[in-house]
């Protein structure tokens, strides 16, 4: 808890790199009040805990003996303080704001932050893994991380600020490792932080390379024909079905092999179906292929060197794949019926909704150095 409490209070510090401008004390404010109650909410959890148990040894404390020492409104109720402790640094709902607050600090800074304290919470649940396993609190983990999930998601599509878009991808992804902690395949949340955050901190390091002159291009029209999209359907099913019959076969084996066809289908689409000119396709399949096998060398390496280290748990019951099921269906209807009706008062409500959500605090905004260059030079009083 001690070095704990150091590592946020250094991420604030960082953060204030830039103190002269008031959208830094601005988000300095923010994201040390949250940090601080994060904080204090897993020191109440850890007290908790080890009061019931009668340990101050984790080792002690999270054995089966001690464990059946404590009921079931004891036990939902320190997993409900521990899951609120890591949510708060991963972003997640409604906690999303701080993150956002920090784009005002160095773009390394971010590349810290991304790489390190928000891929906390798959690390710390992963280590609590007895205490959590089968508790109710699951259930509202997945609802909160699914949530998150679908917004993050939103915030990649409704912002034009590179540093926002990385910040929205890291609510929806660390959304999506709190949803395998809930399900207990934290193997899988462990390999997803460390590839999540040697992934996120290069984009982070590499972001000034999008500060570039852009052709204008009109994009093409023309549809491609029906037998490109129906091999990337395909395709996908193919891979899904793959990695679910040559992995364990558990509910949350499934939940992954849905999200990796998708994904699949996703880059098919993207990289062959949309090319011009057998050139174009070929680059993209190819480009397909080798990220194929690079994931499969990467993930059989992790699971390799991590086997007997992270906590096995009984696979997740009916119910929580039921509620991740229907997240991944609502999430997927909502889109499937924006694409088809972009011009509805209810399309525009959702867009300006989620582009409000994937705001700093107002003070961060108006005190931007670049927006008080754009006042002044439309004759405004900003101060």
Not at 274 to 300: D, Q
Request: hydrophobic share 50%; with cysteine.
């Amino acid at each position: 808890m001690v070095f704990w409490g150091f590592t946020l209070l250094g991420i604030t510090w960082l953060i204030s790199l830039n103190n002269e401008w008031q959208a830094a004390k601005t988000a300095i404010a923010r994201s040390g009040q949250l940090l601080t109650l994060s904080w204090l909410m897993m020191l109440l959890a850890i007290i908790w805990v080890t009061q019931a148990t009668g340990h101050w040894q984790l080792s002690f404390v999270l054995a089966k003996d001690s464990l059946t020492n404590l009921g079931s409104w004891e036990k939902t109720g320190i997993n409900l303080l521990m899951m609120f402790a890591v949510a708060i640094p991963a972003a997640q709902y409604p906690f999303q704001r701080w993150l956002l607050d920090s784009v005002v600090a160095p773009t390394p800074v971010s590349a810290v932050m991304h790489a390190g304290i928000v891929n906390a919470g798959g690390i710390l649940l992963t280590r609590f893994a007895p205490l959590s396993s089968g508790d109710l609190a699951q259930i509202f983990l997945i609802v909160l991380s699914g949530f998150s999930v679908l917004l993050g998601t939103g915030m990649i599509l409704v912002q034009v600020d590179y540093k926002r878009q990385l910040i929205g991808s890291t609510i929806a992804q660390m959304g999506f490792m709190l949803i395998q902690c809930a399900l207990g395949a934290y193997l899988a949340a462990i390999i997803h932080a460390v590839l999540h955050g040697l992934f996120k901190s290069t984009l982070f390091l590499q972001a000034g390379s999008v500060v570039q002159h852009y052709k204008q291009t009109n994009p093409s029209t023309r549809h491609s024909p029906l037998i490109w999209n129906t091999a990337g359907c395909l395709l996908g099913l193919a891979v899904g079905f793959w990695y679910w019959i040559n992995d364990n076969g558990t509910g949350y084996d499934f939940i992954s092999a849905l999200l990796l066809g998708w994904s699949v289908s996703i880059a098919w689409r993207q990289l062959v179906t949309s090319r011009n000119g057998h050139i174009g396709r070929i680059v993209g399949f190819s480009l397909i292929a080798g990220v194929t096998i690079v994931f499969n060398i990467i993930h059989s390496a992790f699971k390799d060197l991590l086997h007997g280290t992270v906590s096995e748990v009984a696979p997740p019951s009916a119910t929580l794949l039921i509620w991740v099921l229907f997240i991944l269906l609502s999430g997927g209807a909502v889109v499937f019926w924006s694409t088809r009706h972009h011009t509805s008062t209810s399309f525009a409500a959702l867009y300006l909704w989620i582009v409000r959500l994937s705001e700093p605090h107002p003070n961060s905004v108006e005190s931007h150095p670049k927006f008080l260059i754009m006042s002044m030079s439309k004759g405004g009083n900003k101060k």
